[in-house]
């Protein structure tokens, strides 16, 4: 079983719908992530939670929000998408700094259209 | 300056050469880094991380480390046509953040 999952895998939406990312993991971690990448480019990291009630702003977090409901959960949502919103989203997971070195685990990724 | 940078090639090597895959970050106080593989379409993959100056090897992979000149190196013996993919650098900051570099694209040539 996958330490790291993402639903949807793939989602076509259009300019202005409300979507949401989910993103589960049964790894123990405390700290979560959530980045996008685009075609030929990096990876942009768009908010990070290093437990339940620790929320931080990433670099481009303009246009989205996420809610952590539990130490295995984080979501991501577009309030309201727009067509630069495609990207490839990715979910990651590390655990907390005096137990390991910080490395980090990615789930799957969801593959977001906006039309 | 980007935090952590990397040659974006792509860079070609034939079956069998080595790869050498580079990276350097400016902030010095970083103690970790990460080297990622990344398939088109997939998830980054964790290969190797290292924390001391110095070689750390794994198979037909050797991380290189040199605090000193801020510099990441990634070698790949043997290369082989799966290895063609984008290698993502990453450094763990002074101010526990993890930054990646932009990925070098290596193709394996048969």
């Known amino acids: 079983d996958a330490d790291v999952t993402q639903t949807p895998r793939n989602r076509i939406t259009k300019t202005g719908k409300r979507i949401m990312l989910e993103c589960s993991q049964t790894k123990g971690h405390d700290r979560m992530y959530w980045y996008r990448q685009d075609p030929g480019l990096g990876l942009q990291l768009i908010y990070y939670s290093f437990d339940v009630k620790d929320i931080n702003k990433g670099e481009i977090s303009d246009g989205y929000s996420v809610s952590r409901q539990a130490q295995a959960k984080f979501s991501l949502s577009l309030e309201s998408a727009i067509p630069n919103q495609t990207a490839l989203y990715f979910c990651?997971?590390?655990?907390?700094?005096?137990?390991?070195?910080?490395?980090?685990?990615f789930g799957p990724g969801t593959r977001l259209t906006v039309l | 300056q980007k935090e952590v940078e990397q040659n974006s090639g792509p860079l070609s090597v034939p079956e069998g050469a080595i790869a050498s895959l580079n990276c350097t970050y400016s902030d010095r106080g970083s103690q970790s880094f990460f080297w990622y593989r990344q398939y088109s379409g997939k998830s980054p993959e964790l290969i190797m991380s290292?924390?001391?100056?110095g070689d750390k090897e794994d198979g037909r992979f050797t991380a290189q480390l040199n605090k000193a000149s801020q510099y990441v190196s990634l070698l790949i013996r043997d290369s082989q046509p799966s290895d063609s993919a984008t290698y993502l650098c990453?450094?763990?900051?002074?101010?526990?953040?993890?930054?990646f570099g932009p990925g070098t694209s290596l193709s394996v040539i048969p």
């Open positions: 990453a450094g763990k900051t002074s101010y526990d953040k993890v930054i």
């Open positions: 990651a997971t590390s655990d907390l700094p005096g137990s390991s070195y910080n490395e980090q685990f």
């Open positions: 290292i924390y001391s100056n």
